[in-house]
């Protein structure tokens, strides 16, 4: 079983920024890769960024150049740091820890929403 708690999200303007986080516990195995997606209403889940125990990073088209993920993997901690926010960027927020291996785990988070308004 792994869990995993998501925090940071909340409401900011647009140009602000915000730091989430998310920390897996339980059985972790590497190599592994932990990440983000998103889906605001009525849209489909996307990818935001993701970053493997080897350090490979992958971003979304939408988010190159204000967001940037980093992972500390003595604590099994995935981060997002989003700068220059845009109203688009608001949605919900899924952490996601997946592990390919012998016995294949792919688990979410419970969300955490990010809302970006004036």
């Known amino acids: 079983q792994v869990q995993l708690v998501e925090s940071g999200g909340g409401l900011v303007q647009p140009g602000g920024s915000l730091r989430l986080s998310c920390a897996a516990s339980?059985?972790?195995?590497?190599?592994?890769?932990m990440g983000w997606y998103r889906q605001a209403p009525g849209k489909q889940r996307e990818l935001v960024a993701t970053m493997t125990s080897s350090s490979s990073i992958d971003y979304g088209d939408s988010v190159k150049g204000r967001f940037t993920i980093s992972r500390d993997n003595a604590k099994n901690t995935v981060y997002l740091q989003m700068n220059m926010l845009k109203p688009e960027d608001t949605a919900a927020y899924y952490c996601?820890?997946?592990?390919?291996?012998?016995?294949?785990?792919?688990?979410w988070g419970q969300g955490t929403l990010v809302t970006v308004s004036s």
């Open positions: 996601r820890y997946l592990y390919t291996g012998f016995t294949g785990i792919n688990k």
């Open positions: 339980g059985s972790i195995f590497s190599p592994n890769t």
